[in-house]
């Protein structure tokens, strides 16, 4: 296998969140100007919705419908728009600090969304607990609150599983926890483990936690959780840690699998996705020193099969429904004002999936 790129797509500004059409054909983007644009993949022509966030616009999905994208932003609100009219239906406070990340589940009913600002907890920085539930669960139909689950903040990704019994969600220390929906609200989780591998306790020029989960995936079969993010370091603040995933039997909480140290660098890595057929999986972000920061990963034996330098920062990664197309939203660089303006710095890249 081999990802070959087929179109590289500016954006107005950096891409925060991804949803993608089943074929491919559009994709939608939470950007850093607060706006979600609609993007046609073929020719790169974006089209700003009419209603931003007040803030960062972090993530955003697709209803199966094909009708109605939801966005969610650092302004803690969610956002409903009407694909066709671009303009917004239904607005919903959902948290009070930053919407982190969004999750659909895979019939279109829940929408999870997560948040939790670190603050010290005690004197050895441990992050305090949550002021209000960091995980929340909405009809992404009505709006309405279906449940509220606790966490340790920040609570940074989060994901359903394929047949939308379970929602998995991770943190900046490496915990994850994972409920069953129907519990309804302050549900004990099903399982829950933490993984030191994936935060890191700053000891040169900063002195606090740094890190934290960023991806998560259930396999296509359920049967076990993918997680991704950044290795320790002593300086969290240089962004070098080992890119890192891992493979967990989730309803035991075993851990089966994870990233080789001979084909990896170092760097954060901040999104997994599962190709359809569920023989492989791609890991991306940005990277601090190596080779790549994107690549393909066999499910079999967990060995690196191909990957790509794309020269930019990937923050969410999505396949098209037949596998042959992955499609990866970031950013290019931090930009400087250019005679008053901004550069065009985000970036959509679509790349073919080949034997």
Excluded at 41 to 48: F, L, N, R
Excluded at 130 to 138: D, G, H, N
Excluded at 234 to 254: F, H, I, L, S
Excluded at 320 to 337: E, H, K, V, W, Y
Aim: contains cysteine; aromatic residues 10%.
């Amino acid at each position: 296998m081999k990802l070959t790129l087929a179109h590289d797509h500016k954006l107005p500004t950096g891409a925060l969140g991804l949803a993608i059409t089943p074929d491919g054909s559009r994709a939608f983007a939470a950007c850093a100007d607060g706006a979600l644009y609609s993007v046609d993949t073929a020719s790169g022509k974006a089209e700003a919705f009419e209603e931003k966030h007040q803030s960062f616009a972090s993530g955003c999905v697709l209803l199966p419908d094909g009708r109605t994208v939801i966005s969610g932003g650092y302004d803690g609100r969610l956002l409903w728009h009407d694909v066709e009219t671009r303009r917004c239906s239904r607005r919903v406070q959902a948290h009070t600090f930053w919407n982190w990340q969004l999750a659909l589940s895979p019939d279109g009913r829940h929408l999870a969304t997560t948040t939790g600002q670190y603050l010290p907890g005690g004197w050895k920085y441990e992050p305090a607990a949550e002021t209000e539930p960091s995980v929340k669960v909405f009809n992404a139909v009505t709006g309405e609150l279906v449940a509220s689950f606790a966490h340790t903040p920040p609570v940074l990704s989060c994901t359903f599983s394929r047949d939308g019994k379970h929602l998995a969600a991770a943190n900046m220390m490496g915990e994850v926890r994972i409920w069953e929906i129907a519990a309804g609200t302050n549900a004990k989780p099903v399982a829950q483990w933490t993984s030191p591998d994936f935060t890191s306790w700053g000891s040169i020029k900063t002195h606090h936690y740094c890190g934290g989960i960023y991806g998560l995936a259930f396999s296509p079969d359920d049967a076990s959780l993918l997680c991704c993010g950044m290795g320790p370091m002593t300086d969290p603040m240089a962004g070098n840690g080992k890119m890192t995933w891992q493979r967990w039997n989730w309803r035991k909480g075993e851990r089966l699998d994870q990233i080789k140290d001979g084909e990896r660098g170092s760097g954060l890595m901040e999104t997994v996705a599962w190709q359809p057929d569920g023989k492989h999986f791609v890991m991306a972000g940005r990277q601090a020193q190596g080779n790549w920061n994107a690549a393909l990963f066999s499910a079999a034996d967990g060995s690196l099969v191909h990957s790509v330098d794309t020269k930019k920062r990937i923050t969410h990664a999505r396949f098209t429904a037949d596998g042959q197309s992955l499609i990866l939203a970031g950013a290019n660089g931090q930009p400087q004002r250019k005679d008053g303006a901004w550069p065009s710095w985000g970036r959509l890249q679509i790349y073919k999936v080949e034997a």
